[in-house]
């Protein structure tokens, strides 16, 4: 919102502080202040001057050659405007004047003619944008007066006013604001929450069919009106905070409603058919807004009607038929308080907001509807003219939105480490920003909150209040803090950070991917699982909430492929939503990983390194935190998805850890990838309950160790996982490793038959408290080969 400092300066002395001083003052309240715009002119070299005479310029048809009086003498001046008249008085920069922007004026000539400085449209002086011709000014105006003495310089306040602050969205409500801030006292009408006009309870057949959505319509009858251009003052207004004036009814709606925040509007009353009904719209129904687009409303979307039609939607926009003209000569002014909600889902389906629906989505002063009509009702009598009805139709009542809070005072000393702060001066700032005390003993006091704040709802608000008044820096800081105990949400967050390190450690890189996939992107989720579909969509490419973390990773490596990357190592954990079969959806914490491309880097020793397989992915989820000391068996899966290939359930025991798998090569020439690509997503919850806390160490071994290989013939379709398992679950005292070093099959059948293979396996002994002799080795190695062949159908060569 823009604020204008000299129409603020209406309502407060500001003249003591600075410019950048207001705009610390403001920041540190909690208004944010986006830009600072200094207006108008301020040297003394921009004077009144009067147009004598003018001929055409000799050399150019657009330009002419005017005398001027500055009020010192007669100056030639060159102008290419073509608005003026002999005898206008017009500004004009002398000189070595500067203006807006940095211009600065300076003698010339201009198609051989001397032009000793120039006459100024509104534009160039800062004031509006009106740059069609030359600004003609009031022809009582002195000659020579410097022009900042007529039209004094404006500085204007960019502000960003957050939601729960709408008595902010004016004037008036930021004056009061300063003034609490500053001790500064209010000057000028500041109350415009109560009105001399008597009122009159559902005449007018005004009716309310809808009072949850509006709980207060009132209308004022003014009739004999002149419509025209709008007084200078109010013009000069409303441009110095960037409206354009359109026409003196208009105008005062506008000049009221960025005064004191009370949205307005006024209709033809020669174009109303009847009574005024405030009723929700019929389902389809059309209406023309005054922007001249027809809008579609549905039955929820709040309408103000006449016996024929919708003639405006409720606190957004007017229509068109019904609109002020020139030609209008009499008006119904409309001043109401609607149902933020109402207004907020009517304004964003359409895609139209005005500066009402601006304020009325955000909840103005329901107590100063009837003052904001008698306001305007003022202004269009002395500019308009006309006759306004006595009294002020209503129908329905204002809601009361603020009640009374209790302040624990030494609460909020505690709170806010002011023990300093006395009694006298909490009451002294909540009675600045407007609160009326109602009671008060040695510890608390009880305090009406004003209507227009709202947001005051808690005695913490109160509190809030006092720190902001008294200022940030008066609230002390402290170093120490207390340590709580770790609770399951730090567990779970330091597990995921640990399994971030570990494979950040393994040269993968983290990334982040949107919740939302597009349809399209479906076959790519692994472990199953029907995504959850949003209701409303943003666009084509945000569709559903995702079942899987893999397809985000796909679309990443697609990305970094198109890049030119070639070596991909990704991972990411995240959530996921699973649709129930019952219809009921869940959220699942998982991590994904995607590698692809060379095991290693290239270099001058391996310019094309081996390309990573299932294998190495394997080897990364097996180092994981929690699952490094776990035996995982993958398990394959009846039915592959379409987009996949190899697809594995890895199980420990009956734990169910996840699913691995190889992107079907069809659909990894479709991301344009050079290798082949392999994915895993795994559950986080699974991962948890194979942690055995923080990583344990142990003493560096003292004593050698000795090996033995072993070499087996086993099965041919016999699963790997199960010859590891079978070693691991072995309790022999010397046994401590084992490592599989050698596959080897025959397709042709001559060397082994071909439903078998041979696989070798170096097993390692060591006695943490001796050096260990062969006969003992030999001993423990024959036990175990007895029950590798108790154990699997496994022949070992002897």
Not at 40 to 64: C, M, R, W, Y
Not at 532 to 539: I, Q
Not at 547 to 552: A, F, L, N, Q, R
């Amino acid at each position: 919102m823009q604020v204008s400092l000299s129409w603020l300066s209406t309502h407060l002395d500001l003249s003591s502080y600075t410019v950048p001083q207001l705009s610390d003052l403001l920041t540190f309240a909690g208004v944010e202040v986006e830009g600072i715009e200094e207006r108008g002119v301020t040297t003394d070299k921009v004077v009144v001057a009067q147009i004598e005479s003018f001929v055409q310029h000799p050399n150019a048809d657009k330009l002419s050659v005017c005398q001027v009086n500055d009020g010192t003498g007669i100056r030639q001046i060159v102008c290419g405007a073509k608005n003026f008249k002999a005898g206008d008085k017009v500004p004009l920069a002398l000189p070595g004047a500067v203006l807006p922007g940095g211009f600065t004026i300076k003698e010339g000539k201009l198609r051989d003619v001397a032009s000793l400085g120039m006459m100024c449209s509104g534009k160039e002086l800062g004031l509006g944008e009106d740059h069609s011709g030359l600004l003609i000014l009031d022809a009582e105006t002195t000659i020579g007066t410097p022009f900042n003495q007529l039209v004094p310089s404006d500085v204007v306040f960019d502000l960003e006013i957050t939601p729960n602050r709408p008595d902010l969205l004016s004037h008036l409500g930021l004056a009061r604001e300063l003034s609490a801030l500053t001790g500064m006292p209010l000057k000028g009408q500041r109350d415009y929450n109560k009105t001399s006009t008597p009122t009159k309870l559902e005449t007018l057949n005004l009716k309310l069919e809808t009072p949850s959505a509006c709980p207060l319509y009132t209308a004022r009858l003014i009739k004999g009106v002149k419509v025209g251009p709008s007084p200078e003052w109010l013009r000069r207004r409303l441009e110095s905070i960037g409206l354009r004036p359109i026409n003196s009814i208009v105008d005062i709606t506008n000049f009221v409603m960025m005064e004191m925040g009370q949205s307005l509007h006024c209709f033809d009353l020669d174009k109303l058919s009847g009574s005024i009904v405030v009723r929700n719209a019929s389902e389809g129904e059309q209406m023309l807004a005054l922007d001249g687009q027809s809008y579609t409303l549905l039955a929820d979307d709040l309408v103000i009607a006449d016996q024929k039609r919708a003639v405006a939607i409720a606190g957004v926009m007017g229509g068109e038929e019904t609109g002020v003209t020139e030609a209008t000569t009499n008006v119904l002014l409309e001043a109401a308080w609607f149902t933020p909600s109402n207004i907020r889902r009517t304004s964003r389906r359409l895609g139209l907001s005005s500066d009402s629906s601006y304020r009325f989505e955000r909840g103005i002063d329901p107590q100063q509807v009837a003052g904001g009509s008698e306001l305007a009702t003022k202004l269009i009598l002395s500019i308009a003219g006309g006759t306004a009805e006595d009294v002020l139709h209503v129908a329905g009542e204002a809601p009361a939105l603020t009640g009374e809070v209790t302040l624990d005072e030494d609460r909020a000393r505690k709170l806010l480490g002011t023990p300093d702060l006395t009694g006298d001066e909490i009451h002294a700032i909540l009675e600045k920003l407007g609160l009326g005390k109602k009671a008060a003993t040695k510890h608390e006091s009880r305090w009406h909150i004003p209507s227009y704040r709202a947001d005051l709802q808690r005695p913490v608000d109160l509190i809030e209040e006092i720190a902001r008044v008294i200022g940030l820096d008066r609230v002390p800081s402290k170093m120490t803090a207390v340590a709580v105990p770790s609770d399951a949400t730090d567990r779970a967050y330091d597990f995921a950070m640990t399994i971030r390190q570990a494979l950040v450690n393994r040269g993968c890189f983290e990334a982040q991917t949107l919740r939302l996939i597009a349809d399209a992107q479906l076959p790519d989720t692994l472990g199953g699982g029907t995504g959850v579909a949003v209701k409303n969509p943003l666009s084509e490419d945000h569709t559903t909430l995702r079942p899987s973390i893999i397809p985000g990773l796909i679309a990443t490596a697609a990305l970094n492929i198109r890049q030119g990357a070639d070596r991909l190592r990704f991972f990411e954990l995240g959530r996921v939503f699973l649709k129930l079969p019952n219809g009921n959806s869940r959220e699942e914490e998982r991590l994904a990983i995607l590698i692809s491309g060379p095991v290693s880097p290239s270099s001058w020793h391996a310019r094309t390194p081996q390309a990573a397989d299932i294998h190495e992915l394997m080897g990364i989820i097996t180092h994981l935190p929690g699952l490094s000391r776990v035996s995982i068996e993958p398990k394959a899966v009846k039915e592959s998805p379409a987009n996949f290939l190899l697809t594995s359930e890895l199980r420990a025991g009956n734990r169910n850890l996840g699913w691995i798998a190889q992107l079907h090569p069809s659909r990894a020439r479709d991301i344009s990838a050079r290798h082949p690509v392999y994915v895993a997503e795994l559950l986080l919850s699974a991962l948890r309950q194979g942690s055995t806390g923080p990583a344990k160490f142990e003493e560096l071994p003292r004593f050698p160790g000795m090996t033995r290989d072993v070499a087996m013939e086993v099965p041919a379709d016999l699963p790997h996982a199960k010859v590891a398992a079978f070693f691991a679950s072995q309790k022999e005292p010397l046994f401590i490793a084992s490592e599989v070093f050698d596959v080897f099959t025959d397709p042709t059948g001559q060397k082994i038959a071909k439903d078998r293979k041979s696989i070798a396996w170096t097993l390692t002994y060591r006695s943490p408290e001796k050096t260990l002799e062969t006969a003992e080795v030999d001993a423990a190695h024959q036990r175990i080969l007895a029950a590798l062949e108790k154990a699997l159908p496994a022949t070992v060569r002897r």
